[in-house]
């Protein structure tokens, strides 16, 4: 299944099952049904449930905050992540600190959705992932999508609890094929779920147990997949063989899947599409040269995208954003 249509199924289902829950965004609804079609249908079988709203990140992040703090489950689309920037003040001084600053009294489970990601050539303000600007953001989930993580249970999750989410889907997402582990595999890849209590489960791909496996490798979103990728290329052809840890939430981290996995190999590499510095990648290198001390054989490898503006240029994008050459670089060099 496509994972447009896999989420917009989420989505319907979630308006179905919940009387209280609201989707907002810009041109969300029909004919239109949001930039990049998540939304078709839904505005026409759910008319007051479904709203189209004014060019106005501020707006929306307001009412959903209302929303929520009414009772509501409300989820919010930003049409494109760059503009998150808009929501941030009433993101990290208002949404994520009712419950705590009413002693638990009134909770704000408000959940955005934001299409994130470069790669299309749309130019420096339409390209970014900017999600690492509210890791660390008390009481604000971070996830990512992945085609490996079903957006049913994902929401289903959100939905059940009373926590903010930050919901980050690369737009190169969008026309892929969700690719969930089946017995054990995803395609030709061993495939295991790991997850610590009350954790979204992180995926573990690789051609080979982990145990044969000589590197570690940390990613999520679109990145996950050219991971993938890379990680069976160069299994088969060259017999280079990585474990592939794809986490579904990226703040606050389950790190224990991470250390089981590099406490085998001894080496990681993490790989985002956000600029580098001062980065999740940075964060997990901290992370697990701390708690692995004494048994990594390498210093961890982060692999980030350029720190400058994103061109219009889809060549020049290509050289500033994280790609397959990169990654696969980055394997080689860990792996030798």
Known sequence: MIFAKELNDTLRGALGDDRRVVLLGEDIADPYGGAFKVTR???????QRVRTTPISEGAIAGISAGLALAGYRPIAEVMFGDFL????????NHITKYQAMYAEQATCPVIIRAATGGHRGYGPTHSQSLEKHFLGVPHLRVVAASLYHDPRTVFTDFLSRDEPVLYVEHKLLYPQHVTLPVNGRVGDL???SDASPGMLPTIRLSAVPVEDCSVSVLAYGYQAMLAAQVIERLAVEEEIFAELIVPAQIAPMDWAPVERSVSVTGRLVTVEEGADGWSWGSEAASVISRRLFGRLGRPVDVVASEPTIIPSSKTKEADVLVGSARIEAAIRAAAA
């Not at 249908?41 to 008319?47: E, I, K, N, R």
């Not at 920037?85 to 990290?92: A, G, I, K, S």
């Open 85 to 92: 920037t808009l929501m941030f003040d009433q993101v990290v």
């Open 41 to 47: 249908g839904l505005s026409t079988a759910f008319p």
């Open 190 to 192: 061993i495939a295991s």
